[in-house]
């Protein structure tokens, strides 16, 4: 029978990025099905008193979750394809770090686009219509870890954690063992946390 796990995104998150590439390439070298649903930062920080620059960042991020959380309730098959498009474009080609409510309205596009997905679902980005939804998703993910968190969560069986955090995506069997030690890990109820101060940057 397949390992389940359940992964919540943000697509602006180059954590949450890299540990989604490795949770691909475990797919095959293991026997897992997996889910991916929305998170938010938007979400985890609204309210909060950071950094006005940040909180720029936080507007712009607003849209492809709002977008990510009806893919999620109406074609929840297709999140993971628009999930790869948008982190493609925003990690990989560079294109994240936009500031400002509307800002990746149009990689938005065209992510929806190479999913094979609905145009008009763009029209949620910049409207509250989903935010009902999408905080559903994300507090079921911060219901599993705790709210001193961020992204990636991801669910191994019953049990979830922040993380893991990787500044590099393993392949081939070093992905599945890497993924094999973290479901040991959770198998454990009494492990809550290893951590470590990070010395380099994420390698997207």
Not at 82 to 95: D, L, N, P, S, V
Request: net charge negative.
């Amino acid at each position: 029978m397949a390992q389940q796990v359940t992964f919540w995104f943000d697509c602006s998150c180059p954590f949450a990025w890299l540990t989604s590439r490795w949770i691909k390439e475990v797919e095959k070298v293991r026997d897992i099905e997996v889910t991916f649903e929305p998170m938010s930062l938007s979400v985890l920080n609204k309210g909060r008193d950071l950094d006005p620059e940040y909180m720029k960042m936080m507007e712009a991020n607003w849209g492809p979750a709002r977008v990510a959380a009806k893919i999620a309730v109406e074609a929840p098959e297709k999140v993971d394809a628009f999930y790869t498009a948008m982190g493609t474009r925003i990690h990989t080609e560079g294109q994240g770090g936009k500031k400002g409510y509307g800002a990746y309205d149009d990689i938005i596009k065209q992510a929806l686009d190479d999913a094979s997905l609905p145009s008009t679902f763009a029209s949620v980005a910049n409207t509250e219509e989903m935010d009902e939804k999408l905080t559903e998703f994300h507090n079921r993910g911060i219901s599993e870890v705790g709210d001193e968190v961020g992204t990636p969560v991801v669910k191994f069986g019953d049990t979830a954690f922040f993380g893991p955090v990787i500044t590099r995506v393993p392949t081939g069997e070093e992905a599945g063992e890497l993924f094999d030690a973290s479901v040991r890990l959770a198998q454990f109820p009494y492990f809550f946390e290893l951590k470590r101060s990070r010395t380099e940057s994420p390698q997207v």
